[in-house]
């Protein structure tokens, strides 16, 4: 019995570049690289040094406040680089892979007969706990603490988001394997959130969940506005969330006692040639299939993700741990003459001062990445709540953080969101504040105060 979540304030941001429901294996990468930075705060402590020959699941690096954190190889093959930075941090990892790929063996396992400290210490052995993320702050978590709920989001609304339903086709066993076995970890339910238009989703027949239909323009899919709708956070609670894709992976460890780090990414965007699906694996080159799709021009931005929440790479760059999609888009780096001013046909807006896109709701654009203006003091314009579903007020949330009130930031709901929860309102911005890295920083401000 699934249960309905309509969401009417949000914005559809429609890109030219769908990725067409064609799935292609992608040349085999030679360099894989797992940067710590994909771990929001954690500090990394090495295990596996250049040289060392690493099977597929092994550890590279453990959480230096949690050593039984552990962050596994992607392939297996030699460590031939620890990248630093400044002050020796450590930037990247990088495995030149095998041909053939070896598996470190963590044994099958029945999540049925298991129990909660079984699976936690399964997966928290296998490396797999990264995938498990927390509310509130957005980190990844803890393992000694106990969630109120475990949350799912398999609706994608972000602009040009791999199609869920497609990308798990076939995987129904790990599927249930995985949520089981995180079932075992709760006291709540394992929630799991499909798109309301979907006919047949390969959740539907899942046991030990907890079915919910969501409606709506974006953020609908952001798991934030679904907690809020089905068990809204308070101060002292905490909920996990785990994404679809990464379900697959724990199941599999489960099934078969591999850790298989495999993806299937969306290569989208209007300047991808042909955009479609390719089957790869964490931290592989993204030039092994943006090429093979083929760019339109010279002058873009490769991005790990979705236009609104994703990291800029090079192309010869690497797929993040947690990315679903790779966009592809130009740069934006020229200027309209007197662009402030005239009327626009070929951009999206919330107004309607010398702008038309409502008037076209179905049209899709060819966006770049030009901020069409520049950073500005905070203007007070009440577009923000036009597409923020979220019982919060936003824009007192933000100057909240900025000024660094902890108080202000509890009363105002800071525990129940994280940075993409406020990637529209960014986007939207006539000021052109950086809302997501305001979250970013505040969020590990309290972590840091208020634990």
Not at 109 to 133: R, S, T, Y
Not at 408 to 436: N, R, W
């Amino acid at each position: 019995m699934s249960k309905d979540i309509r969401i009417k304030k949000g914005l559809d941001i429609k890109l030219v570049g769908e990725a067409e429901k064609v799935t292609e294996q992608a040349t085999r990468s030679n360099i894989y690289a797992i940067k710590p930075d994909d771990f929001h705060g954690i500090i990394p402590k090495v295990v596996a040094k250049a040289g060392t020959e690493v099977k597929a699941g092994e550890t590279l690096f453990y959480s230096k406040n949690n050593d039984k954190i552990l962050f596994p190889s992607p392939v297996s093959g030699e460590v031939v680089e620890i990248v630093r930075g400044a002050k020796r941090k450590i930037l990247a990892y990088k495995i030149l892979g095998d041909k053939e790929q070896k598996y470190q063996d963590f044994g099958v396992k029945n999540p049925d007969v298991m129990d909660g400290e079984q699976v936690k210490e399964h997966l928290l052995a296998a490396g797999c706990w990264p995938f498990i993320k927390q509310r509130p702050y957005d980190i990844i978590a803890d393992p000694n603490q106990a969630p109120k709920g475990i949350f799912v989001s398999a609706y994608a609304s972000a602009p040009l988001s791999a199609d869920t339903e497609y990308v798990l086709r076939g995987k129904e066993a790990e599927l249930q394997a995985a949520t089981t076995a995180l079932s075992k970890l709760t006291s709540g339910a394992v929630h799991v959130s499909i798109d309301g238009k979907s006919n047949a989703s390969v959740f539907s027949g899942l046991k030990n969940i907890t079915l919910h239909k969501v409606t709506g323009p974006h953020p609908a899919g952001n798991v934030s506005v679904q907690i809020a709708r089905i068990d809204p956070l308070n101060k002292g609670e905490i909920v996990w969330v785990v994404s679809p894709q990464d379900l697959v992976i724990m199941g599999e460890l489960l099934l078969t006692g591999r850790y298989n780090a495999e993806r299937t990414i969306a290569l989208v965007g209007s300047s991808v040639k042909s955009p479609k699906y390719y089957k790869t694996t964490i931290g592989a080159e993204v030039s092994t299939f943006v090429y093979n799709s083929g760019v339109k021009e010279t002058n873009i931005r490769v991005i790990s993700g979705n236009v609104l929440t994703g990291v800029a790479i090079k192309p010869d760059g690497h797929l993040s741990a947690y990315s679903s999609e790779v966009t592809i888009i130009p740069e934006g780096n020229d200027y309209e003459f007197f662009g402030w001013n005239k009327p626009i046909t070929n951009k999206v807006s919330t107004s309607r001062a010398l702008t038309f896109s409502w008037l076209f709701p179905n049209k899709k654009y060819e966006l770049n990445t030009n901020t069409n203006g520049e950073h500005r003091a905070f203007v007070t314009t009440g577009n923000y709540e036009e597409v923020f579903p979220l019982d919060i007020y936003p824009l007192q949330l933000l100057k909240a953080f900025i000024v660094k009130d902890l108080d202000a930031m509890e009363q105002l709901g800071a525990y129940e969101i994280a940075p993409e929860d406020f990637a529209l309102t960014e986007f939207i911005c006539v000021s052109k504040q950086p809302h997501q890295e305001i979250i970013r920083e505040g969020l590990d401000l309290m972590y840091k105060e208020i634990g």
